[in-house]
């Protein structure tokens, strides 16, 4: 009826859309033959008052042909009543009711074919709306279950014409939610594959670059907005835990804050005090939102910690940065006084450090404080040492510049002329003597082999090549070659010493205070780590010493006797000063008698320090195992006090030593003298060639001299031997006694 000519119809519109009553009833036909007109007449009623007796109840339709059509009395196109042609079958109703029946037909079109809203079900099953056509429906599903949908939510997933996403969806770093989009492309907050993940293309092997600086460090993002005030609190979802004592940072183009976290006790929520760099006014803080990068710039008290640092955009760049947090002041990392990174690798122009001196040198490479390396180094440049005094490395090898010290190579020993200690050697320059040196030697055999370009001191003679095998003293067993005489010119000469012996005499009291004496203990134990007493020296070797001690309950460590230097009035205030003398060796604590009697204490080969009368000194028992209730007593006298010196004690709590003229220690010291003569030697020179022999120098010698001609006149009195040298030049042999 849709597409009717509705002035073509039975009972038409006229022009003001009015009817007739014409054929209330028209073409209606009984099929029980009971009309009242011959059979295939019309009986056309025009008016309900011409239906009579004659009219067809319901009870006698058995069925009813349409010729043409039925319609309501009240029927008006697609507005009310109904309407049925005959002809073709079409209906038209304002209300249709269908039973469990369903319909069964071949299409559907609401409201129409025409309207591009409309719905629309076609006769092969296909379901459409929004469109007149199914391929250009925004909505559809077909008869094999396609379903199209332009936008839409499902679940709480939106639908668009080219991507599926979720419905908070904010893209870039600071955003949320996921999309997926018909490109191919996706985004996601995060995403776990339980599975592997094949691609064609895998963002790790493409290059991707970054502007400006990139830190590596231990991060999350912001799971909360924070406010302006001081007071907020920093709340992370959680994938990274801040400790206390975490200096912290957030950064975007505008806003730049340090903070600190003083509390981890909630986390992910992090109590903190903001704006370390005091950039803001108070409560005027940048107002940080959800899902702001928070990174750590490492932890300053305790455990430290630190972040990487690459740079490809700053002046002397690129380089790669490692900074360790020195405190929690935001900006104290790196080194301590230049706040250079503990390593840099890449350009090093820049690097401002005096030691290294990069601040204008044009080279790549690595640098930091320590360089542990494993296999081979190659290296033609550059030096080992400080700024001033290092070997310098060349092309040719490497060579010793000094302007205020050493400059060594060594194994035990420590610097020059530790004859008779440290095992091991020692090569370098001695800048004390101006001149280069190579020294070995052995502290348990007491021998030692020098090599020096120059050796000078106070002694007489400075030699280029020296072996010793010492005992207790420096002249001893020796070989020298080249070896000068400082008092003469004497050049180019030999000199063997067979040694004087050194041999030291039987030890004798030095200095004492008697154990008659004793009425008070004094406690190595607790603060007081070292006690003993001052007094006067000999000219003689230290070589033992005893204490009237004892041990106090059970204790562990060791317990040494020290000789000090002293320094205060004597006698009164005298105290130790400097570092020891001469120390003994040890004697465990637990080996301590368990009462009061003479506990000696000796002081070994290389210990012997040579007193000088007259001097004074202080000899302590130093305790160095465990504190508390354990420790040694050490008898003394408080009740008439009468030896020369006083008392001493170290506190090792203000790490200071006292004194005190109340009290005297119970102590012996014991030294000894050493034997000299005996020493055999012959010595060959440029000047003159002798033999000869001395028991009362020093020294003691045979020696062999070679005087030159021009010396015979002086000395023709004593009588020489004459021989000729290889050169056929005339020398001399003269044999004397005596000194030289």
Same mark, same amino acid.
């Given at each position: 009826m849709a597409n009717d000519n509705y002035e073509n119809i039975d009972i038409p519109y006229n022009s003001n859309l009015e009817r007739t009553d014409e054929g209330l009833?028209?073409?209606?036909?009984?099929?029980?033959?009971?009309?009242?007109?011959?059979?295939?007449?019309?009986?056309?009623?025009?008016?309900?008052?011409?239906?009579?007796?004659?009219?067809i109840t319901a009870e006698q339709i058995g069925d009813i042909q349409i010729t043409n059509w039925i319609k309501s009395r009240n029927?008006?196109?697609?507005?009310?009543? *109904?309407?049925?042609?005959?002809?073709? $079958?079409?209906?038209?109703?304002?209300?249709?009711?269908?039973?469990?029946?369903?319909?069964?037909?071949?299409?559907?079109?609401?409201?129409?074919?025409?309207?591009?809203?409309?719905?629309?079900?076609?006769?092969?099953?296909?379901?459409?709306?929004?469109?007149?056509?199914?391929?250009?429906?925004?909505?559809?599903?077909?008869?094999?279950?396609?379903?199209?949908?332009?936008? $839409?939510? #499902?679940?709480?997933?939106?639908?668009?014409?080219?991507?599926?996403?979720?419905?908070?969806?904010? /893209?870039?770093? /600071?955003?949320?939610g996921w999309i997926v989009r018909d490109d191919g492309s996706a985004?996601?907050?995060?995403?776990?594959?339980?599975?592997?993940?094949?691609?064609?293309?895998?963002?790790?092997?493409?290059?991707?670059?970054?502007?400006?600086?990139?830190?590596?460090?231990?991060?999350?993002?912001?799971?909360?907005?924070?406010?302006?005030?001081?007071?907020?609190?920093?709340?992370?979802?959680?994938?990274?835990?801040?400790?206390?004592?975490?200096?912290?940072?957030?950064?975007?183009?505008?806003y730049d804050e340090w903070m600190l976290v003083t509390d981890a006790g909630s986390a992910p929520v992090y109590t903190v005090t903001r704006d370390l760099a005091a950039d803001y006014t108070s409560d005027a803080n940048p107002i940080w939102k959800k899902g702001t990068a928070v990174v750590s710039m490492g932890v300053g008290t305790g455990t430290k910690t630190g972040f990487i640092q690459l740079d490809s955009t700053s002046t002397n760049s690129p380089y790669i940065d490692i900074y360790g947090r020195n405190s929690n002041t935001y900006n104290d990392?790196?080194?301590?006084?230049?706040?250079?990174?503990?390593?840099?690798?890449?350009?090093?122009?820049?690097?401002?450090?005096?030691?290294?001196?990069?601040?204008?040198?044009?080279?790549? $490479?690595?640098?930091?404080?320590?360089?542990?390396?494993?296999?081979?180094?190659?290296?033609?440049?550059?030096?080992?040492?400080?700024?001033?005094?290092?070997?310098?490395?060349?092309?040719?090898?490497?060579?010793?510049?000094?302007?205020?010290?050493?400059?060594?190579?060594?194994?035990?020993?420590?610097?020059?002329?530790? *004859?008779?200690?440290?095992?091991?050697?020692?090569?370098?320059?001695?800048?004390?003597?101006?001149?280069?040196?190579?020294?070995?030697?052995?502290?348990?055999?007491?021998?030692?082999?020098? *090599?020096?370009?120059?050796?000078?001191?106070?002694?007489?003679?400075?030699?280029?090549?020296?072996?010793?095998?010492?005992?207790?003293?420096?002249?001893?067993?020796?070989?020298?070659?080249?070896?000068?005489?400082? /008092?003469?010119?004497?050049?180019?000469?030999?000199?063997?010493?067979? $040694?004087?012996?050194?041999?030291?005499?039987?030890?004798? #009291?030095?200095?004492?205070y008697s154990e008659s004496n004793y009425s008070v203990w004094n406690s190595l134990q607790y603060k007081y780590i070292s006690t003993g007493q001052s007094f006067t020296g000999t000219a003689t070797k230290i070589t033992s010493c005893k204490f009237w001690a004892k041990k106090l309950n059970y204790p562990s460590g060791n317990c040494y006797a020290k000789l000090y230097a002293h320094t205060g009035t004597y006698g009164s205030t005298g105290v130790p000063t400097g570092s020891a003398l001469a120390t003994s060796t040890a004697i465990d604590g637990a080996d301590f008698p368990s009462d009061y009697e003479l506990v000696t204490l000796s002081f070994p080969d290389g210990q012997n320090y040579e007193m000088t009368a007259g001097t004074y000194y202080c000899i302590i028992l130093e305790y160095t195992g465990t504190q508390g209730s354990n420790g040694i007593r050490i008898g003394a006298d408080n009740t008439t006090p009468s030896h020369s010196g006083n008392k001493v004690s170290y506190n090792d709590t203000t790490s200071t030593w006292g004194y005190s003229s109340s009290q005297d220690i119970i102590f012996y010291v014991y030294g000894a003298t050493t034997t000299n003569g005996g020493m055999v030697g012959v010595k060959i020179s440029d000047a003159d060639v002798g033999i000869g022999f001395s028991t009362t120098s020093a020294e003691g010698k045979y020696v062999i001299q070679a005087p030159t001609i021009s010396s015979i006149s002086s000395e023709t009195a004593a009588g020489y031997i004459r021989i000729k040298d290889s050169l056929d030049n005339t020398r001399y042999i003269k044999v004397y006694s005596g000194t030289e």
């Amino acid at each position: 009826m849709a597409n009717d000519n509705y002035e073509n119809i039975d009972i038409p519109y006229n022009s003001n859309l009015e009817r007739t009553d014409e054929g209330l009833l028209a073409g209606a036909q009984s099929s029980t033959g009971n009309s009242s007109q011959d059979e295939g007449s019309n009986e056309v009623i025009s008016s309900p008052n011409q239906i009579g007796e004659n009219a067809i109840t319901a009870e006698q339709i058995g069925d009813i042909q349409i010729t043409n059509w039925i319609k309501s009395r009240n029927y008006k196109p697609k507005s009310q009543g *109904f309407f049925l042609r005959g002809s073709d $079958g079409y209906i038209e109703a304002n209300k249709l009711w269908i039973g469990s029946g369903g319909i069964i037909g071949g299409k559907l079109d609401i409201p129409d074919t025409t309207s591009a809203d409309s719905f629309h079900v076609d006769a092969l099953g296909n379901m459409w709306s929004g469109a007149t056509t199914l391929v250009s429906a925004p909505f559809s599903v077909t008869n094999v279950g396609t379903i199209k949908a332009e936008s $839409g939510t #499902i679940g709480g997933c939106s639908l668009s014409s080219d991507h599926i996403s979720s419905t908070t969806f904010a /893209s870039g770093p /600071s955003g949320n939610g996921w999309i997926v989009r018909d490109d191919g492309s996706a985004e996601f907050q995060d995403v776990t594959v339980r599975g592997k993940i094949s691609t064609a293309v895998f963002e790790k092997g493409t290059i991707s670059a970054v502007s400006g600086m990139v830190v590596i460090s231990s991060s999350d993002i912001l799971d909360a907005d924070m406010t302006a005030l001081d007071a907020s609190t920093v709340t992370i979802t959680g994938d990274t835990t801040f400790s206390a004592n975490e200096v912290i940072r957030m950064k975007d183009g505008t806003y730049d804050e340090w903070m600190l976290v003083t509390d981890a006790g909630s986390a992910p929520v992090y109590t903190v005090t903001r704006d370390l760099a005091a950039d803001y006014t108070s409560d005027a803080n940048p107002i940080w939102k959800k899902g702001t990068a928070v990174v750590s710039m490492g932890v300053g008290t305790g455990t430290k910690t630190g972040f990487i640092q690459l740079d490809s955009t700053s002046t002397n760049s690129p380089y790669i940065d490692i900074y360790g947090r020195n405190s929690n002041t935001y900006n104290d990392y790196g080194q301590v006084t230049t706040h250079l990174p503990e390593v840099r690798l890449g350009w090093l122009k820049g690097i401002v450090d005096a030691d290294v001196g990069l601040n204008s040198t044009d080279v790549w $490479g690595l640098y930091s404080d320590s360089v542990y390396l494993k296999g081979i180094i190659n290296a033609t440049a550059g030096k080992i040492g400080s700024s001033t005094n290092y070997w310098s490395i060349g092309s040719a090898g490497i060579t010793a510049t000094s302007t205020s010290a050493d400059v060594i190579i060594n194994y035990g020993k420590t610097d020059f002329g530790q *004859f008779s200690s440290n095992d091991g050697f020692i090569l370098g320059y001695d800048y004390s003597s101006g001149g280069a040196k190579l020294e070995l030697g052995t502290a348990s055999g007491g021998s030692a082999i020098m *090599f020096t370009a120059l050796e000078a001191g106070s002694g007489d003679y400075t030699s280029n090549i020296s072996l010793h095998n010492y005992s207790n003293d420096v002249n001893s067993r020796s070989l020298y070659i080249n070896r000068e005489a400082e /008092s003469t010119s004497t050049v180019n000469a030999i000199e063997i010493n067979g $040694g004087n012996t050194g041999a030291l005499n039987t030890p004798g #009291i030095v200095d004492s205070y008697s154990e008659s004496n004793y009425s008070v203990w004094n406690s190595l134990q607790y603060k007081y780590i070292s006690t003993g007493q001052s007094f006067t020296g000999t000219a003689t070797k230290i070589t033992s010493c005893k204490f009237w001690a004892k041990k106090l309950n059970y204790p562990s460590g060791n317990c040494y006797a020290k000789l000090y230097a002293h320094t205060g009035t004597y006698g009164s205030t005298g105290v130790p000063t400097g570092s020891a003398l001469a120390t003994s060796t040890a004697i465990d604590g637990a080996d301590f008698p368990s009462d009061y009697e003479l506990v000696t204490l000796s002081f070994p080969d290389g210990q012997n320090y040579e007193m000088t009368a007259g001097t004074y000194y202080c000899i302590i028992l130093e305790y160095t195992g465990t504190q508390g209730s354990n420790g040694i007593r050490i008898g003394a006298d408080n009740t008439t006090p009468s030896h020369s010196g006083n008392k001493v004690s170290y506190n090792d709590t203000t790490s200071t030593w006292g004194y005190s003229s109340s009290q005297d220690i119970i102590f012996y010291v014991y030294g000894a003298t050493t034997t000299n003569g005996g020493m055999v030697g012959v010595k060959i020179s440029d000047a003159d060639v002798g033999i000869g022999f001395s028991t009362t120098s020093a020294e003691g010698k045979y020696v062999i001299q070679a005087p030159t001609i021009s010396s015979i006149s002086s000395e023709t009195a004593a009588g020489y031997i004459r021989i000729k040298d290889s050169l056929d030049n005339t020398r001399y042999i003269k044999v004397y006694s005596g000194t030289e």
